[in-house]
C-alpha cells in the first residue's frame, strides 16, 4: 500500500498567502524529513522532524508521530517559494528514504 | 562544506551506449545514496554505501546498472546498454551516520539523462 501520501498534489496561491501541506504516512515509515525542490531539480532540506514541531523563518513544520502525519505551513508565501515540497521517511528496517508524490506550489506575483 | 556535487548535471545518449556518473559526497559523511527520479514522481531510492561497503539494493536496480564507491569517497553509477525507460533525473545524497539510525540526507543537484 502507499506508505507516503502528499496532499494537495497542486497548489495556486498569490504572494503573501498562507498554505498548509499534508503528508499522512504509514507506521512501517520513521524520521520524516520536508524537502523543497526548486525548478532546476535540486533538492533542499527543509526540516528533518520525526515529531513535534520546528520553525525557520517563514516556514514551520508539525509532527504527530502517534497519528502518522506531518505539516508543512508557509506564511507571507513568495514566488520564490515555488516549486515541489516532498516529505519522505524512512522506512523500517532500511536505510532508504521513501518519498511521496510531493505537492507542486506556484506562488505567484 | 562545499555540498554533494554530481557530475554531469546533463547527460544525452542514444539507446544501447553505456554511461556513467559521479557523484562527491560531502567530506565527511560515511553514507552514501543513489536516487532516480522520473517526471512527476518523488525520487526512487536504488542504492546506499556505508564507506566503500554497498549495503542495500533497490529491486530497480537491474543487472544493467552497477554502482561503486572504491574509497569510500566518490562514487560512481553506471548504466549499460542504455534504454529508453532510464530517462531520469539521477540524485545522489550523502549523510553522516553514527549511532542514531536515519539521520538528514543531503542531496546533489542531479544528473538528468535522456536516452534518444
Known amino acids: 500500500g502507499i506508505q507516503v501520501e502528499q496532499s494537495p498534489p497542486d497548489l495556486i496561491l498569490q504572494e503573501g498567502a498562507n498554505s498548509t501541506l499534508r503528508c499522512n504516512f504509514s507506521?512501517?515509515?520513521?524520521?520524516l524529513q520536508w524537502f523543497h525542490q526548486n525548478p532546476w531539480g535540486q533538492l533542499i532540506n527543509l526540516f528533518y522532524?520525526?515529531?513535534g514541531t520546528k520553525q525557520n523563518g517563514r516556514l514551520s513544520a508539525t509532527t504527530v508521530a502517534t497519528e502518522r502525519y506531518s505539516l508543512l505551513y508557509i506564511s507571507s508565501s513568495q514566488t520564490t517559494d515555488s516549486g515541489v515540497y516532498f516529505c519522505a521517511g524512512y522506512q523500517g528496517g532500511s536505510e532508504k528514504l521513501v518519498f511521496g508524490k510531493g505537492t507542486k506550489l506556484t506562488v505567484n506575483p | 562544506d562545499t555540498g554533494v556535487s554530481q557530475d554531469p548535471r546533463h547527460k544525452i545518449t542514444k539507446r544501447g551506449q553505456n554511461v556513467t556518473f559521479r557523484c562527491d559526497p560531502i567530506s565527511e559523511h560515511n553514507r552514501l545514496y543513489w536516487y532516480r527520479q522520473t517526471l512527476g514522481q518523488g525520487p526512487e531510492f536504488l542504492t546506499y554505501f556505508q564507506n566503500e561497503a554497498q549495503l542495500e539494493k533497490s529491486r530497480l536496480l537491474s543487472d544493467r546498472f552497477s554502482a561503486e564507491r572504491p574509497k569510500g569517497s566518490f562514487s560512481t553509477l553506471e548504466i549499460q546498454r542504455t534504454e529508453q525507460g532510464d530517462s531520469a533525473m539521477y540524485l545522489c545524497?550523502?549523510?553522516?551516520?553514527?549511532?542514531?539510525?536515519?539521520?538528514?540526507?543531503?542531496f546533489g543537484p542531479g544528473t538528468r539523462l535522456l536516452v534518444l
Open positions: 507506521d512501517s515509515v520513521n524520521n
Open positions: 522532524i520525526p515529531s
Open positions: 545524497a550523502s549523510s553522516l551516520q553514527g549511532w542514531v539510525t536515519g539521520e538528514t540526507q543531503y
